[in-house]
């Protein structure tokens, strides 16, 4: 295991390799509460990696990486191979695309498999994906799995491997629902937390401003003129919102290295603008929170939440896309004005309180001038509330 950490160039293992790492050698199962950016590919690649039987010519899979995208199963595969020697093989099942292409690769024989949960039962129950052999089993990002409806899918995998395994189980958040799979299909693991409440971390600085839907397109360019970042994702709920921003931008001289990534985009498209927005050449990226899991970049200084989420956890995993491997970041949240229950579930969720942005003072002064009669009336509404209260 070493001599992998030192071929790679890994000086010092991060906190979730260190602590997952000795006690899958030790062949426990383990559920490891881990956002993204915090090296947990590694954490159990290496030791997957370091007990494969090399010895067989045609081999079969060995251990099984379930993960809740597509983008999100090719970074850990294409991480897998980074760490591997050449002779080890693996393949990485997702929809998307032609299934005669994986099922030929599966027939050649592999080690490790990694993929989505719906992928995987399609090719279990065609016959083309062979577990007899399974020893090893990972969950990654597990409770976006359940989040997107994949539980259903996991449980017949889970059912359908050999019950002499090792199961591993990383996790941004521990809901009951995921405590309860880990409590019918794991024995006896061990729990480590490395979430530190998550996005609270010193690394990454958030902020919010209190916006109306019909003013957020201008104070969006004017904080991306002011924060000039490296690179930003820029998060919308729905996709045809993601669409609409996206060529609204691409309108605007300044952002011409716009970008745009959503549900309805084939793979092929998606996995363009993912190397566009990887190698540079896409500064903003407008997202659905298809990629809030999905992609590993480190230079990613800026995130915005042009629409906040709808789930007070899926913040956690937007915001977690910056302040990566001990970089620093920071998070912008565009709140409406009846959106405050919303704010403070995030509030909540993450055990902290954003700071209001300097651009807030802006904000009021330009909406005061454009809606005088609805300001008006909110100022109205708030003494007759304060009134009240005194009586």
């Known amino acids: 295991m070493l001599k992998t950490l030192d071929r790679i160039g890994y000086e010092k293992p991060s906190p979730v390799q260190a602590g997952v790492i000795p006690l899958v050698m030790e062949e426990f199962d383990v559920i490891g509460q881990a956002?993204?950016?915090?090296?947990?590919?590694?954490?159990?690649?290496?030791?997957?990696?370091?007990?494969?039987?090399?010895?067989?010519?045609?081999?079969?899979p060995q251990a099984l990486i379930l993960a809740p995208t597509r983008e999100l199963a090719v970074q850990v595969e294409n991480e897998l191979r980074r760490l591997a020697p050449d002779d080890v093989r693996s393949v990485c099942l997702y929809g998307g695309?032609?299934?005669?292409?994986?099922?030929?690769?599966?027939?050649?024989?592999?080690?490790?498999?990694?993929?989505?949960?719906?992928?995987?039962?399609?090719?279990?129950?065609?016959?083309?994906?062979?577990?007899?052999?399974?020893w090893f089993i990972v969950l990654d990002e597990a409770d976006r799995m359940l989040d997107i409806g994949f539980r259903p899918d996991i449980e017949r995998i889970l059912r359908r491997c050999p019950k002499e395994r090792q199961t591993l189980l990383l996790s941004a958040?521990?809901?009951?629902?995921?405590?309860?799979?880990?409590?019918?299909?794991?024995?006896?693991?061990k729990v480590i937390n490395f979430s530190k409440n998550n996005v609270s971390a010193e690394t990454i600085d958030q902020y919010f401003m209190t916006?109306?839907?019909?003013?957020?397109?201008?104070?969006?360019?004017?904080?991306?003129?002011?924060?000039?970042?490296?690179?930003?994702?820029i998060f919308?709920?729905?996709?045809?919102?993601?669409?609409?921003?996206?060529?609204?931008?691409?309108?605007?001289?300044?952002?011409?290295?716009?970008?745009?990534?959503?549900?309805?985009?084939?793979?092929?498209?998606?996995?363009?603008?993912m190397k566009g927005f990887r190698s540079g050449k896409v500064r903003y990226l407008v997202a659905t929170d298809v990629v809030g899991r999905g992609i590993d970049i480190t230079n990613v200084s800026h995130i915005v939440n042009f629409d906040i989420p709808t789930l007070s956890e899926d913040y956690?995993?937007?915001?977690?896309?910056?302040?990566?491997?001990?970089?620093?970041?920071?998070?912008?949240?565009?709140?409406?004005?009846?959106?405050?229950?919303?704010l403070n579930a995030i509030e909540r969720t993450i055990n902290k309180q954003l700071e209001s942005d300097p651009m807030q003072e802006f904000v009021d002064e330009r909406r005061a001038i454009l809606y005088p009669h609805q300001v008006a009336a909110e100022k109205r509404k708030k003494s007759k509330s304060k009134y009240r209260r005194g009586l």
């Open 35 to 60: 956002r993204t950016g915090t090296g947990k590919t590694a954490a159990f690649s290496i030791p997957i990696l370091e007990q494969l039987d090399m010895d067989v010519r045609k081999p079969k």
């Open 97 to 134: 695309k032609p299934i005669r292409g994986q099922i030929n690769r599966l027939n050649e024989g592999c080690h490790v498999v990694v993929g989505t949960p719906g992928r995987v039962i399609d090719h279990l129950n065609r016959g083309t994906l062979n577990i007899d052999q399974l």
């Open 236 to 273: 919308c709920r729905t996709k045809l919102g993601t669409e609409r921003l996206y060529r609204k931008l691409l309108k605007q001289t300044d952002f011409q290295d716009v970008g745009t990534i959503h549900g309805d985009m084939n793979q092929s498209a998606r996995d363009r603008m």
């Open 316 to 342: 956690v995993h937007r915001v977690g896309r910056t302040g990566r491997m001990g970089k620093t970041g920071v998070a912008f949240s565009f709140v409406c004005p009846d959106q405050g229950s919303e």
């Open 211 to 233: 916006v109306p839907t019909e003013m957020k397109f201008e104070v969006l360019e004017k904080l991306l003129q002011r924060e000039d970042p490296d690179q930003a994702i």
């Open 173 to 189: 958040t521990l809901p009951p629902a995921i405590l309860e799979l880990a409590r019918r299909y794991m024995y006896r693991p």
